[in-house]
């Protein structure tokens, strides 16, 4: 298994994980907030603003890996309202086009440093 904590143009862990774990053909995401990896804070306040911060960081850390959203296998998206489903959604269709990986969404309780969204990922490295 290999274990990857330093992929350019991705905020750095808020905790003691790595970004990222490869083992065989497939990588595991860690959750990514909306932290701006230009400013290491979460700038925007709506869950739209979030959302398109997460899937860009998510983006990027596939990006680093010569990867794309076409490569994700599943996702699993965390929400604090449930009510944001609506605005979240069109942008997450947006994000992988044709592409339909499997997906869940689990409302939640609260997410690191008061976000409103996470957003974790298996991806196909093969």
């Given at each position: 298994?290999?274990l990857?904590?330093?992929?350019?143009?991705?905020?750095?862990a808020?905790?003691?994980?790595?970004?990222?774990?490869?083992?065989?053909?497939?990588?595991f995401c860690s959750g990514?907030?909306?932290?701006?990896p230009?400013?290491?804070?979460?700038?925007?306040?709506?869950v739209?603003?979030?959302?398109?911060?997460?899937?860009?960081?998510?983006?990027?850390?596939?990006?680093?890996h010569?990867?794309?959203?076409?490569?994700?296998?599943?996702?699993?998206?965390?929400?604090?309202?449930?009510?944001?489903?609506?605005?979240?959604?069109p942008?997450?269709?947006?994000?992988?086009?044709?592409?339909?990986?499997?997906?869940?969404?689990?409302?939640?309780?609260?997410l690191?440093?008061?976000?409103?969204?996470?957003?974790?990922v298996?991806?196909?490295?093969?």
């Open positions: 298994m290999e990857i904590n330093n992929t350019p143009h991705v905020p750095t808020v905790g003691p994980y790595s970004q990222a774990a490869r083992s065989g053909h497939l990588m990514q907030i909306p932290i701006d230009a400013t290491g804070s979460i700038d925007a306040t709506d739209e603003g979030q959302a398109k911060q997460v899937l860009a960081n998510i983006r990027a850390l596939l990006a680093g010569g990867r794309g959203m076409e490569h994700v296998v599943k996702a699993t998206v965390f929400l604090t309202d449930m009510a944001d489903f609506p605005k979240f959604n942008l997450y269709a947006e994000a992988f086009g044709d592409h339909k990986p499997a997906r869940s969404t689990i409302a939640v309780a609260a690191p440093l008061g976000a409103k969204i996470e957003i974790e298996i991806v196909e490295m093969a």
